[in-house]
């Protein structure tokens, strides 16, 4: 039960303090998850935030639902996933109480200008981070550089593009071991 209440406890301060969506949080999953409590390795978290990006759902949910199963099984998923979405449900509902009325006033604007900025700069650094562990050879290099080149000019589904990497990966890196006799 005490792990339970941890896995809420830390996915609902990931949720609370993560402004900008699933990639966001990438920053605060590694700090909280892989170096303060070891739940997780940085490949597993990369593994598993792929796996959350192609299902259906919110990305944010889907990794919290994923870890949490992995630490406390069912339960644990639960938690994890009331946990992250439990402060956006809070947030929203006070702040469409009273955004209309204060939407178009300078300030507001000028703070949502400073968030997105912000926000841009947690998900380059999760990103570089994160491309430090998964850029390891020229093939990771070349898949990379391609999967970049398809989203920016060709519109295509992450779905999609997830699946051809993945594909890619198993026919340039994955030589299948023998068996010991």
């Avoid at 949720?15 to 590694?30: K, N, R």
């Amino acid at each position: 039960m005490k792990e339970l209440c941890q896995l809420f406890i830390i996915f609902a301060r990931i949720g609370g303090f993560t402004f900008g969506g699933g990639y966001a949080m990438l920053p605060m999953l590694q700090r909280e998850l892989v170096e303060k409590h070891g739940w997780t390795t940085e490949e597993e978290l990369m593994d598993y935030y792929a796996i959350a990006q192609c299902t259906p759902g919110v990305i944010a949910v889907n990794t919290a639902t994923l870890i949490g199963r992995k630490r406390k099984g069912i339960l644990g998923g639960l938690a994890a996933t009331l946990g992250v979405v439990f402060p956006s449900f809070v947030i929203i509902s006070i702040i469409a109480a009273v955004l209309n009325n204060f939407a178009e006033l300078p300030v507001v604007k000028n703070a949502f200008i400073g968030i997105r900025a912000c926000v841009c700069a947690l998900i380059l650094s999760a990103v570089i981070k994160l491309g430090k562990k998964a850029i390891v050879d020229v093939p990771t290099l070349l898949i990379a550089v391609a999967v970049f080149v398809v989203m920016c000019f060709l519109n295509a589904s992450p779905i999609i593009i997830v699946v051809c990497a993945g594909l890619v990966g198993l026919l340039l890196k994955g030589r299948p071991v023998k068996p010991e006799k």
